[in-house]
């Protein structure tokens, strides 16, 4: 999804450069989680 | 100014057409006797599209359209009406009922009765029983329309029905209901004169009635 | 294993079969009342009762006690407290208590190459402060009203939640995953354009209209998907705009992305659940048409004829006039529900559920009776 408001596991990597060393399997699943939250609520005050 | 061909145009909800024949209409600086055919003819072509409607050519998102493009229209033409309003066929007091928000209908029948020459007062959505007694009061209109989407407007609907009888004034109104939960048990138990799901049908009702 | 664990399994299996095109073993049922509804027949204040959610395992308990249903009976989609923290124009409290959707417009005409170039930061930059007015503020306030709706958000639907299971713990309903989400040409009338504005794009800008229904399409698969852990689920669809429009404006704007949206759902390994609310009769082959198995609730309609275009391939539901609860009597009642199954249940592929949810309650107690007596006919009548 193209947008600046809406962060992939790569795009925090981009900005947390230290983010490279936590486990990724532990931490990406977990934001992941936090963005698509966060996705469903914004995109449900609009249905 | 060809009158048929605008007729048509109206009808056929050709909105480029339309506005560009009364732009050039008005540039030629017509009387305001021809500027009043002109509205007739735009009102002609708002009872095609009814009659479309009807027939299940066109639906409620081309009724919008169409109201859209009349008021377009009549704001074109305008500066060349004058202060002259056509003739009213009678007057309608029009509100969403309590408890219900939704104005689509409403506004629907609204633009399609004034089209059709009603004065039509609206008194908006989530419209008080007693709101719709004192209007009628004041202004005394041969007709009351109620527009509802909620089951619960039923119940509404029928308490303002009964506000108008403990007012007085029931006997002295034809009542109409309109919208999606609106049937003939529910009109029968509302005590309205009249049910329709389908505004150009509810105009038609409300034609007969002043006619 | 406790009775309501038996229940509970043996309901799951209704809709496991169901969900797969199998003949279950009877009819499923879901019974009528939404929220607003058992609050008041337990004799609650409404209003107050959706602000504090005070006592819904008690209003619950009672409804759930009186009324079969397969399905979990608890659960709504609207409650005010984050709405209001939001400023909220778009959903807000009418007079009785009853949420409701008045027209707006966050999107307007000109900014349809705004939305087209990225859905996500228009909604967030453009529609959401004009429709929710707490976030028309300055950043550091944004996020924090967003921050205080969100927590109010999760407050009050985790309090849904647990009422939901204690139901279920006590009264075993079938156990069924639902995600939500909305066809792409409904998404961009119902906030972005309204109802009008969207009934003048087409003709005044389709081109606009046909970019945004294929930018948001993404958006809404993702809003709708179920995790793949969810072995038997559901996505709610409810259905708006096409009733209003003419079939070649459907054929060209509503169709193509909504069947991309419900293919896509599909192929993921979920059935999809139309709430078809108006009529659809003119647009039954195009139904036909979607993925099989997607479950297609109908609000209006001859069941004759869903029966045969698209009962065959696909799961009906429906087409139960709860007007009818408020206005028959106990054999009128009983007798449409007999017509119902008659034609709709035979073969499977079919889920009793009335043409919507009953919202207000009757001072004379008719819709109560009238629908125990349609519960318990459908549950005696409904075995295959």
């Given amino acids: ?47 | 100014m060809n009158l048929e061909a605008l007729t048509k145009a109206v009808g056929e909800l050709d909105e480029e057409q339309v506005l560009a024949a009364l732009k050039e209409f008005v540039a030629a600086g017509p009387t305001e006797e021809e500027a009043q055919q002109v509205v007739a003819a735009c009102q002609a072509g708002m009872a095609i599209v009814g009659d479309l409607f009807e027939q299940g050519e066109y639906f409620v998102g081309d009724l919008i359209f169409a109201g859209e493009l009349l008021t377009n229209a009549i704001e074109i033409l305008k500066p060349v009406l004058g202060g002259t309003s056509s003739a009213k066929i009678g007057k309608i007091v029009l509100g969403t009922v309590a408890g219900d928000l939704h104005d689509i209908g409403k506004n629907i029948f609204k633009s399609m009765a004034e089209a059709a020459g009603f004065e039509v007062i609206d008194l908006g959505i989530d419209t008080p029983a007693a709101a719709f007694v004192e209007k009628v009061r004041e202004i005394k209109p041969e007709i009351v329309g109620m527009s509802g989407v909620l089951t619960l407007a039923l119940e509404a609907m029928k308490d303002t029905v009964d506000a108008l009888k403990a007012a007085g004034l029931r006997d002295s109104v034809k009542v109409i209901i309109g919208g999606n939960p609106v049937t003939k048990e529910a009109c029968e138990q509302i005590g309205a004169d009249a049910f329709t799901t389908n505004a150009a049908e509810g105009v038609k009702i409300c034609q007969r009635w002043v006619s | 294993m406790t009775d309501a664990r038996a229940r509970a399994e043996e309901r799951t299996q209704l809709f496991r079969d169901l969900l797969k095109g199998k003949t279950p073993k009877r009819v499923p049922y879901s019974t009528a009342p939404a929220m607003e509804y058992v609050i008041q027949y337990a004799g609650y204040d409404l209003e107050k009762t959706l602000w504090t959610l005070k006592d819904l395992d008690k209003i619950y308990d009672k409804f759930c006690a009186e009324f079969l249903s397969d399905t979990n009976p608890v659960g709504t989609y609207r409650l005010p407290t984050f709405y209001q923290i939001l400023g909220s124009k778009a959903f807000v409290m009418g007079s009785g208590g009853f949420m409701q959707h008045p027209e707006v417009v966050g999107l307007l005409p000109e900014e349809y190459d705004e939305f087209i170039a990225s859905p996500y930061d228009c909604i967030l930059n453009t529609i959401l402060p004009r429709l929710y007015t707490a976030l028309d503020a300055e950043p550091s306030q944004k996020a924090l009203v967003l921050a205080k709706a969100y927590r109010a958000y999760l407050d009050d639907f985790g309090v849904i939640a647990a009422v939901r299971n204690k139901m279920h713990e006590k009264y075993g309903y079938a156990m069924l995953a639902a995600g939500f989400t909305i066809a792409p040409f409904d998404f961009i009338a119902d906030f972005p354009r309204s109802f009008s504005g969207i009934s003048i794009d087409i003709r005044r800008r389709p081109e606009k209209v046909l970019e945004a229904c294929e930018a948001v399409t993404p958006l809404l698969v993702k809003k709708g998907k179920l995790p793949p852990s969810v072995e038997y689920g559901y996505i709610m669809i409810p259905l708006h705009m096409a009733p209003y429009m003419r079939e070649k404006d459907f054929e060209k704007f509503y169709w193509p992305t909504f069947k991309k949206l419900v293919e896509e759902l599909s192929a993921n390994g979920h059935n999809c659940y139309l709430f078809i609310e108006q009529d659809w009769m003119r647009y039954l082959d195009y139904l036909n048409d979607l993925p099989e198995n997607t479950i297609m609730r109908f609000e209006f309609g001859d069941p004759k004829l869903v029966k045969e275009k698209v009962g065959k391939k696909h799961i009906v539901s429906g087409l139960y006039p709860i007007t009818l609860l408020q206005t028959g009597t106990k054999e009128q009642c009983v007798d449409k529900a007999k017509e119902l199954m008659d034609i709709l249940a035979p073969g499977g592929k079919y889920w009793f559920n009335y043409d919507k949810s009953v919202l207000t309650i009757d001072k004379e107690g008719r819709i109560a009776d009238n629908l125990k007596a349609v519960t318990e006919y459908v549950y005696e009548n409904g075995k295959y």
Wanted: net charge negative.
């Fill in chain 1, 1 to 47: 999804m193209e947008s600046k408001f809406y962060l992939t596991w790569e795009d925090y990597k981009q900005k947390f450069p230290e983010l490279e060393k936590r486990p990724e399997e532990a931490v990406a699943p977990k934001l992941q989680a936090c963005e698509d939250a966060m996705f469903n609520f914004i995109v449900g005050l609009l249905m």
